[in-house]
């Protein structure tokens, strides 16, 4: 049974950082395909940031720069060092992971659709 865990959210001020860690357990594949997703109140989901290990990133424009993902394959955990944090980037992060079409030179995708198991959420709150 695959279970998606996260932690490390919490309130900063702007200009802060904080890291987000996402331990994935269940998973048997060599290859992993994880994604952080956000969604602040009264907007829709979006992607943030994915991997596909080891090397394969992709990241939002507006994070580019600022959030850094990094994945330690013997913890099995997906990390998200977020930097130089703006209230705009305020929601609740949900990572994700894919076991479909998810292999070693595939580029990961910011599609929230295409991830079958999720996390229940951290929040983040950056104030001004």
């Known amino acids: 049974q695959v279970q998606v865990v996260e932690s490390g959210g919490g309130s900063v001020q702007a200009g802060g950082s904080l890291r987000l860690s996402c331990l994935a357990s269940g998973l048997t594949a060599s290859t992993y395909c994880m994604g952080w997703f956000r969604q602040a109140p009264g907007k829709e989901r979006e992607g943030v940031a994915a991997i596909t290990t080891p090397l394969g990133t992709k990241y939002t424009d507006a994070v580019k720069g600022r959030f850094t993902l990094s994945f330690d394959n013997a913890k099995k955990t997906l990390y998200l060092q977020m930097n130089n944090l703006k209230p705009e980037d305020t929601g609740t992060y949900y990572c994700?992971?894919?076991?479909?079409?998810?292999?070693?030179?595939?580029?990961?995708?910011?599609?929230?659709?295409?991830?079958?198991?999720w996390g229940q959420g951290t929040q983040v709150t950056v104030s001004s």
């Open positions: 994700a992971a894919k076991t479909l079409n998810c292999y070693g030179g595939r580029m990961p995708n910011l599609l929230s659709w295409d991830y079958n198991y």
